[in-house]
């Protein structure tokens, strides 16, 4: 696959998304009924004066997943840890995570599929009950402790939904199935990301940026920077659609994606 058109972020695709990461579910553009469904979840917590539900969010790379935890965070005016599947590998390191939790706190766990299956048999009490037990000692001499945990909400995040044991999956109160963007949508982010990077960019440009993205907001990001610093280089002040299109030639991206 052209480099170019790959979902998996570079650390300059982080970099950017950073920057240019809505804040809000009102900014949040696309999947629209995720969005107002976590709005419909977050409200409903806060009138109970409660930890929202645990949230899922699955579905292919570079949709929004990690924005959306971000925003969950932002709307209830919590605190937001972040780690992943891969580096929680022995069931002690989540519990160390869990036990400095504060209450109300939001647990981002990235690709949660890749989790160690200790780690993950543990979690299952602490989502239920905001409970871990660990061991404590070797050997003959161990025995189990419990340690009482603050109220959290958990937003696990997966690529391949379908490799997460019954057991976790069930103890999410809330699944979100996010889904390849449409042009229309593709078009409202880059419009977005132009204003915010200062460009001046032209519908048509948009379009036919958006029209080769794959259906990927972090695509289409990257896309439009690369046409922004062909622009810049051939000392063109805006960008047009024929600026666009030489770029997108240039980096060998055709009607096709």
């Known amino acids: 696959m052209n480099d ?89 390191d989540l519990a160390a995570i869990l036990s400095s939790l504060s209450s109300g706190e939001v647990l981002f766990i990235d690709e949660i599929h890749r989790m160690a299956r200790p780690a993950e048999e543990l979690l299952y009490l602490a989502m239920e009950d905001f409970r871990v037990d660990v061991m404590v000692g070797k050997g003959v001499g161990a025995s189990s402790i419990s340690l009482d945990l603050e109220p959290f909400t958990l937003v696990g995040a997966t690529t391949r939904s379908g490799m997460l044991p019954n057991p976790l999956r069930d103890r999410f109160g809330y699944t979100a199935n996010l889904e390849f963007y449409g042009r229309e949508d593709l078009a409202t982010v880059l419009t977005r990301a132009a204003k915010q990077l200062s460009l001046v960019a032209h519908r048509e440009a948009i379009e036919l940026i958006a029209s080769r993205s794959r259906g990927t907001p972090r695509v ?38």
């Open 4 to 92: 170019i058109l790959s979902p998996s972020p570079s650390e300059s695709d982080l970099a950017f998304e950073s920057a240019l990461r809505p804040t809000s579910l009102a900014e949040f553009i696309g999947q629209d009924n995720v969005a107002k469904q976590l709005g419909l979840l977050l409200k409903a917590a806060s009138l109970q004066n409660r930890a929202p539900d645990h949230i899922l969010l699955a579905g292919p790379p570079g949709l929004g997943k990690t924005t959306l935890a971000m925003i969950v965070a932002s709307e209830i005016g919590a605190g937001l840890r972040i780690t992943s599947g891969p580096t929680i590998q022995h069931a002690g």
């Open 220 to 257: 289409a990001n990257r896309l439009l920077r690369r046409v922004r610093d062909f622009a810049l280089v051939e000392g063109a002040n805006e960008i047009s659609e024929a600026v666009a299109q030489m770029a997108l030639e240039l980096y060998e991206v055709d009607s096709l994606g």
